[in-house]
């Protein structure tokens, strides 16, 4: 209230105006939410600022005014504030002699204000203006906010009745109407008794101290009750359908509570179902995976088993070629050696021929050609030693062919799970028995070559021994010197054929060597072979235990989701029950609210016919009154008219007694 208190002080300034010392005194210290200037005679100014800070203030909830002597400008002021204030509920005028303006400006803050419930205004003199008291009415009817009125000695007329009477058919909002002390009479009572009909929120009506009848008084006193009877059945009603509605809220919530419960725990366990057949399928995707590295693993053993046996089928031809080439060139070195042989003997028959015709001339030629026929022989048995090692390693060769023919297919047998490692070896083998290949082949063209050139050599010293042989009948020291030079050429051919030989052993090593280095590989591819089916054998178990290990997750994850099956099936089953009573719930509390309605339907019927039976027993009354009134009327003027009667009797047997002993005394008559 201070911060009223200051703002009220600034308007006044504002405004030319000093504030009112009292009105700052009862500012100062007020309750919160209530302004009590009760008895404080208030200026036009103090009522114009008071305006001005009620349209804004937002704390004021009650505002009491009484007997404040406001004039008819301060309280249009005050009440032109009201209009827009959103927030009072209270409002006390009583005792303001309020007239034709401020009734005006009342109708206008009825008509705008949404939010004041209680309105005093006892002791003022709206009634008295008619007009002004009409227009307040109509505003009253369009109202929707107000709850109390009390219009206490305001000289309301018979007619300012009948204008509240046509406000109160049209208000649905008014509870308690206070008119006491007022000048509303007959009529007036007529008018509002009419109207309570159709009026149904209005349940205290005070008419006391306005010349009403009492069967006016009492008719609207069941009309009060009526309506307060209404209003406690509409109340328990309310009430009634209030607490059905929060029992029927509360079990829905708890219906509610218990379908989530079960929602809940059907998405944990449809959350686990499915993290449990993602784990399960990871883990057969996983072993899937395996299975096919494991597949794609033996795949690629396959393939290189498949590679190797294609190699070892190549080294086979190359060791076949290889062979034929050996045979080729011990088929050579057999025609070699006939042809030396058959060279050998024509050499002997013709050296023989030569010593028979040298024998008698060149006894050194003889001792020559004995010297060369021994060499021949020791070249004959070097030859036949030659041939009984090649003879040898033929037969060296064929065993070996026959082993590794042998050990190729047991290679073959043990090849089908080892490929990886024996590739390269196979590669290798192949690169080196290429260039062994390449090598013998080299060295069988250069013997070929040397062998060619050996046998145009011998051609050549053949056709040389005949020129010599037939010079040498010539001249004996010339066919000397040719003899010498001859056997200087056939030691030089004998170094030749030596050469030839070591060469031919160095070959024959060279082979031996090769033989075993093939026997070597084909020991070490007897072990890689081995190694391979043993991996063959351990890959062959894992992939079986992960096969049983994958029926056994199958079966599982079939168990798991047999169960969760089951136990969906046993939630919905659960669900269709408890969804079954709540329909049936449902279905009871939609009876119960069809029950509700009938009763309220049969309220209405039972009040429209007590309605109905209350206004023909008030026709029955106001006709019954009205034939009383007029049998008391009758009553009244029969009573006259005996008395009439009376005083006419009277008067007649008074003249009459009067009258008789005058009438007897005089002697005339």
Same mark, same amino acid.
């Given at each position: 209230m201070?911060?009223?208190?200051?703002s009220?002080?600034?308007l006044c300034?504002?405004?030319?105006?000093?504030?009112?010392?009292?009105v700052?005194q009862q500012? +100062?210290?007020?309750?919160?939410?209530?302004?009590d200037?009760?008895?404080?005679?208030?200026?036009?100014?103090?009522c114009?600022?008071?305006?001005?800070l009620?349209?804004?203030?937002?704390?004021l909830t009650?505002?009491?005014?009484s007997?404040?002597?406001l004039?008819?400008?301060?309280a249009?002021?005050?009440?032109?504030?009201?209009?827009?204030?959103?927030v009072?509920?209270?409002?006390d005028l009583?005792?303001n002699?309020?007239?034709?303006?401020?009734?005006? *400006?009342?109708? +206008?803050?009825l008509?705008?204000?949404?939010?004041?419930q209680?309105?005093?205004?006892?002791?003022?003199n709206?009634g008295?203006?008619?007009?002004?008291?009409?227009?307040f009415?109509?505003a009253?009817?369009?109202?929707? *906010?107000?709850?109390?009125?009390?219009?206490?000695?305001? @000289?309301?007329s018979h007619?300012g009745?009948?204008?509240?009477?046509l406000?109160l058919t049209?208000n649905?909002?008014?509870?308690?109407?206070d008119?006491?002390?007022?000048?509303?009479?007959?009529?007036?009572?007529?008018?509002?008794?009419?109207?309570?009909?159709?009026?149904?929120t209005?349940?205290?009506?005070?008419?006391?101290?306005?010349?009403?009848?009492?069967?006016?008084?009492? !008719?609207v006193?069941?009309?009060?009750d009526?309506?307060?009877?209404?209003q406690?059945?509409?109340?328990?009603?309310q009430a009634?359908?209030?607490?059905?509605?929060?029992?029927?809220q509360?079990?829905?919530?708890?219906k509610s509570?218990?379908?989530?419960?079960l %929602?809940e725990?059907?998405?944990?366990?449809?959350k686990e179902?499915?993290?449990?057949?993602?784990a399960? *399928?990871?883990?057969?995707?996983?072993?899937?995976?395996?299975?096919?590295?494991r597949?794609?693993?033996?795949?690629a053993?396959?393939?290189?088993l498949? %590679?190797?046996?294609? !190699?070892l089928?190549?080294?086979?031809q190359k060791?076949?070629?290889?062979?034929e080439?050996?045979?080729?060139?011990e +088929?050579?070195q057999?025609?070699?050696a006939?042809?030396q042989?058959?060279?050998? =003997?024509?050499?002997q028959?013709e050296?023989?021929?030569?010593?028979?015709?040298?024998?008698r001339?060149?006894?050194a030629?003889?001792?020559?050609?004995?010297?060369l026929?021994?060499?021949?022989d020791?070249?004959?048995?070097?030859?036949?030693?030659?041939?009984?090692?090649?003879?040898?390693a033929?037969?060296e060769?064929?065993?070996?062919?026959?082993?590794?023919?042998t050990?190729?297919?047991?290679?073959e047998?043990?090849?089908e799970?080892?490929?990886?490692?024996s590739?390269?070896?196979?590669?290798?083998?192949e690169?080196?028995?290429?260039k062994?290949?390449?090598h013998?082949?080299? =060295?069988?063209?250069?013997?070929?070559?040397a062998?060619?050139?050996?046998?145009?050599r011998?051609?050549?010293?053949?056709?040389?021994?005949?020129e010599?042989?037939?010079?040498v009948k !010539?001249?004996a020291l010339?066919?000397?010197?040719q003899?010498?030079?001859?056997?200087?050429?056939?030691?030089?051919?004998?170094r030749?054929?030596?050469?030839?030989?070591?060469?031919?052993?160095?070959?024959? =090593?060279?082979l031996?060597?090769?033989?075993?280095?093939?026997?070597?590989?084909?020991?070490?591819?007897? @072990?890689?072979? !081995?190694?391979?089916?043993?991996?063959?054998?351990?890959?062959g178990?894992?992939?079986e235990?992960?096969?049983?290990?994958?029926?056994?997750?199958q079966?599982?994850?079939?168990?798991k989701?047999?169960?969760k099956?089951?136990?969906v099936?046993r939630?919905?089953?659960?669900l269709?029950?408890?969804?079954?009573?709540?329909?049936?719930?449902?279905?009871? +509390?939609?009876?119960?609210?069809?029950k509700?309605?009938a009763?309220?339907r049969?309220?209405?019927v039972?009040t429209?016919d007590?309605?109905e039976?209350l206004?023909?027993?008030?026709?029955?009354?106001?006709?019954?009154?009205?034939?009383?009134?007029?049998?008391?009327?009758?009553?009244?003027r029969?009573?006259?008219?005996?008395?009439?009667?009376?005083?006419f009797?009277?008067?007649?047997?008074?003249?009459?007694v009067?009258?008789?002993?005058l009438?007897? %005394?005089s002697?005339?008559?």
């Amino acid at each position: 209230m201070e911060e009223f208190r200051h703002s009220y002080s600034r308007l006044c300034k504002e405004s030319g105006a000093e504030p009112q010392e009292t009105v700052l005194q009862q500012l +100062q210290g007020l309750p919160r939410g209530r302004l009590d200037l009760a008895t404080q005679s208030l200026t036009v100014d103090t009522c114009r600022a008071l305006g001005e800070l009620l349209q804004k203030e937002a704390l004021l909830t009650e505002l009491i005014l009484s007997d404040c002597m406001l004039s008819e400008e301060g309280a249009t002021l005050l009440l032109q504030g009201l209009c827009a204030n959103t927030v009072v509920r209270s409002l006390d005028l009583k005792g303001n002699n309020l007239r034709a303006a401020g009734a005006e *400006a009342l109708g +206008q803050l009825l008509r705008q204000n949404k939010s004041i419930q209680s309105l005093t205004l006892e002791w003022n003199n709206m009634g008295a203006w008619e007009d002004a008291f009409a227009t307040f009415c109509r505003a009253l009817a369009g109202n929707g *906010a107000l709850r109390q009125l009390d219009l206490r000695n305001n @000289q309301i007329s018979h007619k300012g009745a009948e204008e509240l009477a046509l406000a109160l058919t049209r208000n649905a909002s008014l509870q308690q109407l206070d008119l006491r002390w007022n000048d509303i009479g007959l009529l007036g009572g007529r008018a509002l008794v009419n109207c309570l009909p159709r009026n149904k929120t209005l349940w205290r009506l005070e008419l006391a101290g306005n010349n009403v009848p009492g069967d006016i008084l009492r !008719a609207v006193e069941q009309a009060m009750d009526h309506n307060r009877d209404r209003q406690t059945t509409f109340r328990e009603n309310q009430a009634r359908t209030h607490v059905l509605s929060k029992e029927v809220q509360h079990l829905q919530e708890e219906k509610s509570k218990q379908f989530l419960d079960l %929602m809940e725990t059907i998405e944990k366990q449809r959350k686990e179902m499915a993290r449990s057949g993602r784990a399960s *399928a990871i883990r057969v995707g996983q072993l899937q995976e395996a299975l096919n590295e494991r597949h794609s693993i033996i795949n690629a053993l396959k393939a290189k088993l498949q %590679m190797a046996e294609a !190699a070892l089928a190549l080294s086979e031809q190359k060791a076949q070629g290889l062979g034929e080439l050996l045979a080729t060139a011990e +088929q050579e070195q057999r025609s070699l050696a006939q042809r030396q042989a058959k060279e050998h =003997r024509l050499e002997q028959q013709e050296a023989a021929e030569r010593e028979s015709k040298l024998l008698r001339d060149l006894s050194a030629a003889n001792e020559k050609t004995l010297l060369l026929r021994n060499q021949v022989d020791e070249l004959e048995r070097k030859v036949g030693s030659q041939q009984e090692q090649l003879f040898l390693a033929r037969q060296e060769l064929t065993n070996t062919a026959a082993e590794l023919k042998t050990r190729a297919i047991q290679a073959e047998e043990h090849l089908e799970l080892e490929k990886k490692r024996s590739r390269q070896n196979l590669e290798d083998l192949e690169r080196l028995r290429a260039k062994e290949v390449e090598h013998l082949t080299r =060295r069988s063209e250069e013997s070929e070559r040397a062998m060619q050139e050996r046998v145009q050599r011998l051609e050549a010293s053949r056709l040389s021994l005949e020129e010599e042989l037939s010079r040498v009948k !010539a001249a004996a020291l010339s066919e000397r010197g040719q003899a010498e030079e001859e056997l200087i050429k056939a030691k030089n051919q004998v170094r030749l054929e030596e050469q030839r030989l070591a060469h031919l052993e160095e070959k024959l =090593r060279l082979l031996a060597q090769a033989r075993d280095e093939a026997q070597s590989a084909c020991l070490q591819q007897r @072990q890689t072979v !081995a190694e391979a089916q043993a991996q063959a054998g351990q890959l062959g178990l894992q992939v079986e235990g992960l096969r049983r290990r994958l029926q056994e997750l199958q079966q599982e994850l079939s168990n798991k989701d047999q169960e969760k099956v089951a136990e969906v099936t046993r939630v919905r089953v659960e669900l269709q029950e408890q969804n079954g009573r709540l329909q049936a719930e449902l279905t009871a +509390q939609e009876a119960l609210r069809e029950k509700v309605a009938a009763l309220e339907r049969q309220l209405k019927v039972i009040t429209g016919d007590h309605r109905e039976a209350l206004l023909d027993r008030e026709s029955e009354n106001a006709s019954l009154r009205e034939k009383l009134r007029l049998k008391e009327a009758e009553i009244a003027r029969i009573r006259e008219e005996e008395a009439q009667r009376a005083s006419f009797l009277q008067n007649a047997v008074l003249a009459y007694v009067q009258g008789s002993p005058l009438r007897a %005394m005089s002697p005339q008559k």
